[in-house]
T-cell receptor, first 111, second 118 residues
Framework: DQQVKQNSPSLSVQEGRISILNCDYT??????FLWYKKYPAEGPTFLIS?????DKNEDGRFTVFLNKSAKHLSLHIVPSQPGDSAVYFC??????????FGPGTRLSVLP | DSGVTQTPKHLITATGQRVTLRCSPRSGDLSVYWYQQSLDQGLQFLIQ???????AKGNILERFSAQQFPDLHSELNLSSLELGDSALYFC?????????????????FGPGTRLTVL
């Protein structure tokens, strides 16, 4: 049973446009959500996070939105750049433990 | 550079063998997490240690075990290896000394160990 789902295995976006990566979860006990970016042959790198008491967190070009009632979060990247091409993982945790990762979405930003 | 180191980078072994993967967390981080990433799959949480004690357990097989030593480095032991154990194994750390453990801690990942079982 997948508690964190990323239903789009891949996404292609034109450079300069918005990238929207989606994530759904089933466990209502999750209280902290994170996005990680992973380049080939490297470990995942933390990108941005959001606590369940918020519905939006912004850091530069990256914004994460949380809809608790829908158990859905999304990562917006504006504007998208070729260097953003990577696999993006959504992760969730309960009180900082038992981190559960989604299967990832491969983003390709086309020049 | 995340500050988390993992050795070895690559490991090739045969079925039935036993291997040990090593992880050194970021300086001062007390928590170590182990993950397995099989081909084209997401990260599967295996186990977490905090300051030497097992804190949480995920989908870790009985053939696998881990420990965290007093100097906070951790080892993941994989025994009776099977072809399906071939994967990338990541270690991550979080929680610096002096910071309350638990909430709102992102993890910093090492570069991974690629295990190939032939």
């Amino acid at each position: 049973d997948q508690q964190v789902k990323q239903n789009s295995p891949s996404l292609s976006v034109q450079e300069g446009r918005i990238s929207i990566l989606n994530c759904d979860y089933t466990n209502s006990m999750f209280d902290y959500f994170l996005w990680y970016k992973k380049y080939p042959a490297e470990g995942p790198t933390f990108l941005i996070s959001i606590s369940s008491i918020k519905d939006k967190n912004e850091d530069g070009r990256f914004t994460v939105f949380l809809n608790k009632s829908a158990k859905h979060l999304s990562l917006h990247i504006v504007p998208s750049q070729p260097g953003d091409s990577a696999v993006y993982f959504c992760a969730a945790s309960t009180y900082g433990q038992n981190f559960v990762f989604g299967p990832g979405t491969r983003l390709s930003v086309l020049p | 550079d995340s500050g988390v180191t993992q050795t070895p980078k690559h490991l090739i072994t045969a079925t039935g063998q036993r291997v040990t993967l090593r992880c050194s967390p970021r300086s001062g981080d007390l928590s170590v997490y182990w993950y397995q990433q099989s081909l084209d799959q997401g990260l599967q949480f295996l186990i977490q240690y905090y300051n030497g004690e097992e804190r949480a357990k995920g989908n870790i097989l009985e053939r696998f075990s881990a420990q965290q030593f007093p100097d906070l480095h951790s080892e993941l032991n994989l025994s009776s290896l099977e072809l399906g154990d071939s994967a990338l194994y990541f270690c991550a750390s979080s929680v610096r000394e002096g910071v309350l453990s638990g909430h709102n801690n992102e993890q910093f990942f090492g570069p991974g160990t690629r295990l190939t079982v032939l």
